[in-house]
């Protein structure tokens, strides 16, 4: 079986690679002593991220050297884990999953797909094999958690989940950024490394930043303008601005006229939203509102982008959408220096078969058991999870298989859903760490470190701020006996195709990849397969996703064009080129149009409109994100987890006055919806909007059965503990995890303790 090369593991050496902890995916330079990671810098020669680095690169290092992650799977027997070798665990997941399927059927099983599986090139490049290898409608991702409401409505916009418009920083004179905090995230479904620099230069040359959120935050810190606005109503803010311009005259697609239909529906859709009527509500003064949106209008070249907290809340698929409406009236979508489209080099259904015009999107094709929420993109809400298991009947969860998940602390209702995974027969979950999701599996494996594997960026492309083409190979060799990612899976396909742990991974990932070119291209499977060879795995696929994409070789008919080889030459990356405008190309919508009004979505509006007159809660909510984190995936890191305590309740001196708060303290927070509470410690911080407090996501490593040494000692609370499963935007299901109605209350001071 061929593999990827390795560097030389001599005395000192240095080998390239992609960071794989956050979406921005900058070029790192390793420094390898005795073949082990002895020191990790940006690699400044990187096309893409040009020797940025943030503190989780340098993480790497620790984490390839951490003692509590997993190197050999884990086998419970009698309630206890205990080490065995991956032939025995893949022998395992068989013995326990053949009578689930034997009982139940096939409907028994699920699959949960966590966040960092969109990191892992071996996963994200199989998971969808895997899904339909278990054959059951029961798939739940991460996506539900936080970015559903975009994928769903760029669809129905523009025909293709993943044809999200993104802002082209390094050309822009207006970034207006709503619920997003690019300077701690590096983007969010909009990759752009070091974005600190990228508005230090776009202020240099005159243009301007303006931030919209309930929190003042460190993107706040270096914009010229910052709106606080109350957690829930952007979709009402968003509306009254495009009122704006329409009653002022200065809606104006531009150059995207003529490819657009339903300006008119939009145009009466917003016609309620009376301007002083939405600042009452939201917070943002009616002036304010004016002024961004002729601001918008009459720049040369501006964006709007949001992104976390636009898409956590009720309305979040209709306020995402608006962010594209405001785009494409003001002329800004496609355009230099407005939104616009990437092209990857490989895996982008927007970039195969004929331009202009599609099938579309569908959804709701199906529906899940208990709730009936619709599926979207061929998955359920993970809202929707411990239900499935919990509720008796034909079709409920019997077996579940996760990778790289760990919706304990990611879900909401954490406690219920760790009390369903319990009932389950069989739970086998692919993870580096015995954490609070794990510690109810059967079994565990493993994956090679982030290093140990070879790294191609399958998914985050689609939002990159540049075009380029990158591969890592690994940095340093995986131990012996120890699979790659794509390996591991084509192993699982197996075992739920019925043949057994011993399958030929080979044999059968040739079936698979020869079947899936048959799909696209019939009847010649067997001469790209041979184009391709000698290549196996992942790194096939790879081949054949640049070789047949829009910068390939065409498989020898473009001789100039990229392959696997030709990247893998230029070890710090190809330079494909800044953003560049793609309609109507990269339309798949059936009219071949823009379809500015989906008809779901505006009359999703009258729900907005009858939020304008509810009461405001006095106090909700707010999740947050930190540099040093990355959800609950790195909290075990010494490294990143230096400093004072950062799992805190950000309350407004104002606020914490009236609620006699003490700073330093220990308050209660009670979800008024299902009366779930923490305790928290209490920071003052007058950045926060009166009546919003904030708590970071992904925290409450307090399980005794974990094996985190770490993370334990600084476990801070779960956030999700108080959100309420059923609490979720009805377009897209996504949970709608801000903007909780609570209560603070003090419970201990400092001097009690």
Not at 5 to 33: F, I, K, N, R, Y
Not at 313 to 335: C, F, M, P, Y
Not at 379 to 400: S, V
Not at 595 to 616: H, K, T, Y
């Amino acid at each position: 079986m061929s593999s990827p090369a390795v560097p030389d593991s001599s005395p000192s050496t240095t080998a390239l690679h992609m960071c794989p902890l956050c979406e921005a995916g900058c070029g790192l330079s390793v420094q390898l002593v005795d073949g082990e990671p002895s020191l990790i810098r940006g690699d400044r020669d990187d096309v893409f991220s040009h020797g940025f680095l943030c503190p989780k690169g340098t993480a790497l290092k620790a984490l390839q050297n951490d003692p509590d992650r997993l190197r050999r799977p884990l086998i419970k027997r009698d309630g206890a884990f205990v080490e065995v070798d991956f032939v025995e665990a893949f022998a395992e997941v068989d013995r326990l999953f053949k009578p689930v399927v034997s009982e139940h059927g096939p409907l028994s099983c699920g699959l949960v797909i966590g966040n960092p599986t969109v990191h892992r090139t071996g996963l994200v490049l199989y998971a969808l094999d895997l899904a339909a290898a278990i054959g059951s409608p029961n798939v739940f991702s991460a996506a539900s958690l936080d970015q559903m409401p975009k994928h769903l409505s760029v669809g129905r916009m523009f025909g293709d989940f993943y044809s999200i418009p993104v802002p082209d920083i390094e050309r822009t004179d207006l970034l207006v950024i709503i619920g997003a905090n690019p300077m701690v995230s590096n983007g969010s479904m909009w990759s752009v490394p070091d974005f600190r620099g990228k508005a230090k230069a776009l202020r240099a040359r005159g243009g301007r930043i303006v931030t919209v959120d309930p929190r003042f935050t460190e993107t706040s810190k270096v914009a010229d303008h910052h709106h606080h606005i109350r957690p829930g109503t952007d979709a009402m803010f968003l509306a009254a601005i495009v009122r704006v311009l329409f009653d002022e005259g200065l809606a104006d697609p531009g150059l995207v006229a003529e490819h657009l239909v339903g300006v008119d529906a939009v145009r009466k859709a917003v016609e309620p939203f009376d301007l002083d009527e939405v600042s009452r509500r939201c917070g943002v003064a009616a002036a304010d509102m004016r002024s961004l949106a002729r601001q918008l209008a009459s720049a040369r070249a501006a964006a709007v982008y949001g992104r976390l907290g636009t898409c956590l809340q009720q309305h979040a698929t209709v306020t995402s959408w608006l962010i594209d409406v405001i785009n494409i009236l003001t002329g800004n979508l496609d355009q230099p220096g407005g939104a616009m489209f990437a092209k990857p080099p490989a895996f982008a259904a927007n970039t195969a078969g004929p331009p202009g015009r599609g099938e579309g999107v569908s959804t709701g094709s199906y529906s899940s058991r208990v709730s009936g929420a619709p599926e979207v993109m061929n998955q359920f809400p993970i809202a929707c999870l411990a239900e499935e298991i919990e509720t008796p009947g034909q079709g409920q969860i019997h077996g579940l298989v996760m990778i790289a998940s760990n919706v304990a602390l990611s879900s909401p209702d954490g406690p219920r859903v760790e009390r369903a995974l319990a009932k389950l027969d069989a739970l086998v979950c692919l993870d580096p760490y015995l954490n609070e999701t794990t510690r109810h599996a059967d079994v565990i494996i493993p994956g090679p470190s982030a290093l140990e594997e070879a790294h191609f960026d399958v998914f985050f492309a689609n939002f990159a701020h540049r075009n380029v083409a990158r591969y890592s190979p690994p940095a340093i060799p995986k131990p012996p006996g120890v699979p790659d990612d794509w390996e591991t899976m084509v192993r699982l396909i197996g075992i739920f195709s019925e043949m057994g742990p011993k399958v030929d991974v080979v044999a059968l990932d040739d079936d698979l990849t020869r079947r899936s070119i048959e799909s696209s291209a019939p009847g010649q499977g067997g001469d790209i397969m041979e184009a391709l060879a000698p290549r196996v795995g992942a790194d096939r696929r790879i081949d054949l996703g640049l070789r047949t994409g829009p910068y390939g070789d065409l498989l020898g008919l473009n001789p100039d064009g990229l392959c696997l080889d030709k990247v893998m030459a230029k070890p710090s990356g190809v330079d494909l080129g800044p953003l560049e405008s793609r309609l109507p190309e990269i339309l798949r919508t059936p009219s071949g149009k823009v379809e500015l009004a989906p008809a779901d979505f505006v009359d999703a509006l009258s729900g907005v409109v009858d939020d304008i007159s509810r009461e405001q809660p006095e106090c909700v909510l707010i999740g947050r994100r930190h540099l040093r984190s990355n959800n609950s995936w790195m909290h075990n890191l010494p490294i990143l987890m230096k400093g004072k305590a950062r799992c805190t309740l950000l309350v407004h001196p104002n606020d914490a006055n009236s609620w006699k708060l003490v700073d330093g303290g220990v308050a209660k927070v009670t979800a008024l919806s299902t009366d779930a509470a923490i305790a928290v410690t209490v920071e003052f911080d007058d950045a926060m909007m009166p009546g919003v407090v904030s708590l970071p996501h992904g925290w409450g490593h307090d399980g005794n059965d974990t094996k985190a040494s770490v993370a334990s000692q600084n476990p801070g609370v779960n956030f999700n503990v108080l959100a309420d499963p059923n609490r979720r935007d009805a377009l897209s299901g996504n949970a709608a995890l801000n903007g909780i109605s609570v209560t603070v209350r003090m419970v201990r001071r400092p001097s009690d303790e």
